[in-house]
């Protein structure tokens, strides 16, 4: 099936900087979703695309559907300790009134030193 | 509250006993979808439903199953649990058609040993 490639993997940064994560698929999609997983929960929504270029904020995260709407970026400003957690990337292709499935990256670790 | 409920949460079973495992929606929802999440595979999806009495299989659908009888309601059966699906499981929904904001469970984390 399709697949995102979500980079990076990982990645420890220092309290205050700034955040930067991708994805890229070989397919187009019409709808990029970013959602962060806490340990011991389930996904929850951050922010929402819906349109090629589109630049969202949601306030520290800022997230921009790739104009060739095959890629999407989500970008933490000043990351603080409680950002902490599995950042997921996920494009969806609704084609005429019908709801596509979500396809998810496999995930971006994000480790805090406080 | 919204919400979207998963029980049991943890889940230690042995090989070929069957179980289901409950998810339930109080949203009114018509789109609800199982997934299985595990260490460095992101989440892959087992099956979805568009409505009631309407399922299909998702990318890793191999022994499970689900029913959608109720709108509410989704379980998702393993008739005969193998170790290779031990792993963690999330059940989503959210409204059908256009844009897919889907509201994910706790997650029900299963050992088949």
């Known amino acids: 099936g399709q697949q995102l490639n979500q980079s990076p993997q990982s990645m420890f940064i220092q309290e205050g900087e700034d955040v930067s994560m991708n994805c890229t698929s070989s397919?187009?999609?019409?709808?990029w979703l970013w959602y962060k997983q806490d340990p011991g929960e389930g996904p929850v929504l951050l922010i929402a695309?819906?349109?090629?270029?589109e630049l969202t904020s949601n306030g520290r995260l800022t997230a921009q559907f790739g104009i060739t709407r095959k890629d999407s970026f989500l970008n933490i400003s000043a990351s603080i300790p409680s950002d902490v957690g599995i950042y997921f990337c996920?494009?969806?292709?609704?084609?005429?009134?019908?709801?596509?499935?979500?396809?998810f990256g496999k995930g971006t670790k994000l480790s805090v030193k406080p | 509250e919204a919400q979207v409920t998963q029980n049991p949460r943890y889940l230690i079973t042995v090989t070929g006993k069957k179980l289901t495992v409950t998810c339930s929606q109080n949203m009114n929802h018509e789109y609800m979808s199982w997934y299985r999440q595990d260490p460095g595979l992101g989440l892959r999806q087992i099956y979805y439903?568009?409505?009631?009495?309407?399922?299909d299989k998702g990318d890793v659908p191999e022994g499970y199953k689900v029913s959608r009888k109720e709108k509410r309601n989704f379980p998702l059966i393993l008739e005969s649990p193998s170790p290779n699906q031990t792993s963690l499981y999330f059940c989503?929904?959210?409204?059908?058609?256009?844009?897919?904001?889907?509201?994910f469970g706790p997650g029900t984390r299963l050992t088949v040993l």
């Open positions: 695309l819906y349109k090629a270029g």
């Open positions: 989503a929904s959210s409204w059908r058609g256009g844009y897919n904001e889907q509201f």
């Open positions: 996920a494009g969806q292709l609704n084609y005429g009134g019908s709801q596509g499935n979500l396809i």
């Open positions: 439903s568009m409505n009631v009495e309407v399922t």
């Open positions: 397919s187009i999609f019409n709808t």
